[in-house]
């Protein structure tokens, strides 16, 4: 009886051992943050891309509307995908887009906004990349939503699509 | 020539503290970035790293530190902005409690079935 029971137990944590490993090597094993967990936009002070003058984030956000703070470089190949979806949010009255020139070289990104079109009503720049942090960001390209609060409401991470464009203009009426 | 060789012997020990300071901080700084995941690279600390974000995660470290920054703050502020998941070493949270009170709780059993196997023994 007791070597049953013993035998039942061993079964069971192999089996529960099995389960487990086996879910595990389904997961994808790269990490995927928390991306719509609401946090507030960090203080801080950049270089303003055209006028090279320090900028403090309360002054660049200072209106009550929605932003859009967009990561870019002109290194970066997805970057070009995503500007044409930058260019038609643009349009829009309601919401401003700030952009972040991540690690450029700055004839090159002159270059990339002469040649695919301005969407970006102030570009910053983020020579060492700490900007980018202080944002919580991985890399480029990276777009976060930011409400009337002033509180990032979206993070997405790589490119955005016609359908994350689709889904902050919903937000932002 | 009294008081020129008091001043020489001040400047050099005053030099000399700046240098422990700016060791100090180093070791700090390669104890936290040791403790840093690099969230962009699989399985490498953020000091082992070479990437963009793990350079960046570097200057930030550092000027954190230069700012007088403690450890602890360090890793709060990088845990607001990437979660849990960027230190190494996880804090006891609702989240981690299983993660360390599995093996305490092992090595409770254990303990005990060790016991009673001895105090069997014994009574034979």
């Known amino acids: 009886m007791k070597n049953k029971f013993i035998l039942f137990i061993v079964i069971t944590?192999?089996?529960?051992?099995?389960?487990?490993?086996?879910?595990?090597?389904?997961?994808?094993?790269?990490?995927?943050?928390?991306?719509?967990?609401?946090?507030?936009?960090?203080?801080?002070?950049?270089?303003?891309?055209?006028?090279?003058?320090?900028?403090?984030?309360?002054?660049?956000?200072?209106?009550?509307?929605?932003?859009?703070?967009?990561?870019?470089?002109?290194?970066?190949?997805?970057?070009?995908?995503?500007?044409?979806?930058?260019?038609?949010?643009?349009?829009?009255?309601?919401?401003?887009?700030?952009?972040?020139?991540?690690?450029?070289?700055?004839?090159?990104?002159?270059?990339?906004?002469?040649?695919?079109?301005?969407?970006?009503?102030?570009?910053?720049?983020?020579?060492?990349?700490?900007?980018?942090?202080?944002?919580?960001?991985?890399?480029?390209?990276?777009?976060?939503?930011?409400?009337?609060?002033?509180?990032?409401?979206?993070?997405?991470?790589?490119?955005?699509?016609?359908?994350?464009?689709?889904?902050?203009?919903?937000?932002?009426? | 020539m009294k008081i020129l060789r008091i001043f020489i012997i001040l400047f050099l020990c005053m030099n000399f503290s700046q240098l422990h300071s700016n060791e100090t901080n180093n070791i700090l700084k390669n104890k936290i970035l040791k403790n840093i995941r690099c969230l962009i690279c699989q399985g490498q600390s953020v000091y082992d790293s070479e990437s963009d974000f793990a350079s960046s995660i570097k200057l930030i470290v550092d000027k954190k530190i230069n700012k007088g920054l403690k450890e602890e703050q360090i890793y709060a502020f990088l845990r607001k902005k990437y979660g849990d998941w960027i230190i190494f070493d996880p804090q006891l949270n609702k989240n981690t409690y299983i993660l360390w009170l599995l093996p305490l709780l092992f090595f409770l059993v254990g303990g005990a079935i060790i016991q009673k196997k001895i105090l069997k023994k014994n009574e034979k």
């Open chain 1, 13 to 173: 944590f192999l089996i529960f051992c099995f389960v487990v490993f086996y879910k595990g090597l389904n997961n994808s094993n790269t990490y995927t943050p928390i991306i719509n967990d609401k946090k507030r936009i960090p203080l801080f002070e950049a270089k303003d891309f055209n006028s090279n003058v320090y900028l403090d984030s309360k002054k660049i956000f200072n209106e009550d509307i929605f932003y859009i703070v967009n990561i870019w470089a002109s290194w970066c190949v997805p970057c070009r995908t995503e500007h044409p979806l930058l260019m038609q949010l643009s349009k829009s009255q309601s919401v401003k887009l700030i952009g972040l020139n991540y690690r450029d070289n700055f004839n090159n990104a002159k270059n990339f906004i002469s040649e695919f079109g301005n969407p970006y009503s102030i570009i910053l720049i983020d020579k060492d990349g700490t900007l980018g942090i202080e944002f919580g960001a991985y890399g480029v390209p990276e777009t976060f939503l930011i409400d009337k609060n002033k509180d990032i409401i979206k993070k997405f991470v790589g490119p955005i699509n016609q359908e994350i464009v689709n889904e902050m203009k919903l937000i932002i009426k």
